[in-house]
């Protein structure tokens, strides 16, 4: 095929868009029909076929996008990850100046979004169930919230002369208490109310800044 073909080929339109824009589309239909099939048959339950029945597509557009399924599960993955940070981005401007007010508000945000069983399955049960590649993939991204989270601790208490390494293993206890916390509350059927959560992780959570401010 000439270089001149495969031009016209990729501007060719369907229904108003273009051929890109169908796979862009048809790859949007997977990573929304992946949150369903892995959010609530888990990774070990979800079958190619089980995913293109869902986003209502063949396994030729599967294939269009996805080497297989822990390809599609890692989109996934990092998809509600990037979509957790935005909402929770957005909503840094109202946060309280004081820090218990911000640390409440900051864990109502947070665990507000976590009221969604299939966000909660993706991001803190099923990545420790998956294959080498996605393990590989769930626990480099483990160590990379934390240095955030690390990060975060620094720039709002630069007076903390604690080392980056000593950080980094306080931020990893902090994020693996939380998601330990959330997968309970979520297996629980969220029976303890969202102002108990709270409360409760932010006890923690100040409990833990209390001391580090003590070596600042």
């Known amino acids: 095929m000439s270089i001149e073909t495969t031009k016209k080929t990729s501007t060719r339109t369907y ?3 273009s051929e890109s824009e169908r796979v862009v589309e048809r790859r949007e239909r997977f ?15 979800a079958t190619v076929r089980a995913l293109c029945k869902a986003a209502g597509l063949t396994e030729r557009y599967f294939y269009e996008s996805f080497a297989d399924t822990d390809a599609l599960f890692c989109a996934v993955y990092n998809r509600q990850l ?6 929770f981005m957005s909503h840094l ?5 004081e820090l218990q007010g911000r640390i409440k508000r900051s ?35 483990l160590q990379q919230q934390a240095m955030a989270t690390a990060q975060l601790i620094r720039l709002d208490n630069p007076t903390i002369t604690l080392s980056d390494e000593v950080l980094l293993q306080i931020a990893q206890a902090i994020n693996g208490a939380y998601a330990s916390l959330v997968a ?3 297996r629980s059927g969220y029976a303890t109310s969202l102002d108990i959560m ?3 992780c932010g006890l923690i959570v100040r409990g833990i800044m209390s001391e580090l401010l003590a070596h600042s």
Do not use: C, K
């Open 15 to 17: 229904g108003g868009l």
């Open 31 to 45: 990573l929304d029909a992946g949150l369903e099939i892995f959010g609530t048959l888990g990774i070990r339950g």
């Open 82 to 87: 990037d979509r957790h940070r935005d909402y």
């Open 93 to 97: 401007p109202e946060l309280p100046a």
């Open 107 to 141: 864990l109502e945000l947070s665990l507000n979004w976590m009221r969604d069983e299939r966000v909660v399955r993706v991001l803190f049960i099923e990545g420790m169930a998956g294959s080498a590649q996605v393990s590989t993939m769930y626990h480099n991204s």
């Open 184 to 186: 309970q509350w979520m």
């Open 198 to 200: 709270v409360e409760g």
